[in-house]
């Protein structure tokens, strides 16, 4: 799969992800401070699923209408990447084919697809 890992979710996640031998795009590493706009925008043109910690996305395809291939919102308690990475591992192994396309928020216990 391909990933647009968001600047708050953080290198080790983007790290995490290339080592399950998907392709990733890391803001943090490559495009440090990219607008929000900009990186919903990249995320649909180069068809990226964007993986974030940023509420403002769900405002952005909600609000504002922005179409978008794919976002995960992390809504964690435990912000750490190791806890980022335990949520994505069993999001990736439970649902892979529901991940396009759709935006989805996660927290410890819950996954939750919403509806456009």
Not at 15 to 25: A, P, S
Not at 56 to 84: A, M, N, P, T
Request: hydrophobic letters at 40%; a neutral charge.
């Amino acid at each position: 799969m391909r990933f647009l890992v968001d600047e708050c979710t953080g290198p080790t996640v983007a790290e995490w992800l290339r080592n399950q031998k998907h392709e990733v795009f890391s803001v943090f590493e490559e495009a440090r401070g990219m607008d929000d706009d900009d990186i919903i925008l990249k995320a649909l043109e180069e068809n990226w699923i964007l993986i974030t910690n940023d509420k403002d996305f769900g405002e952005k395809v909600y609000r504002d209408g922005r179409l978008h291939r794919g976002i995960i919102l992390l809504r964690l308690e435990d912000e750490r990447s190791q806890s980022k990475i335990q949520v994505l591992s069993r999001l990736l192994k439970i649902y892979p084919d529901r991940l396009s396309n759709t935006f989805v928020v996660v927290t410890e216990k819950q996954v939750r697809f919403a509806r456009r």
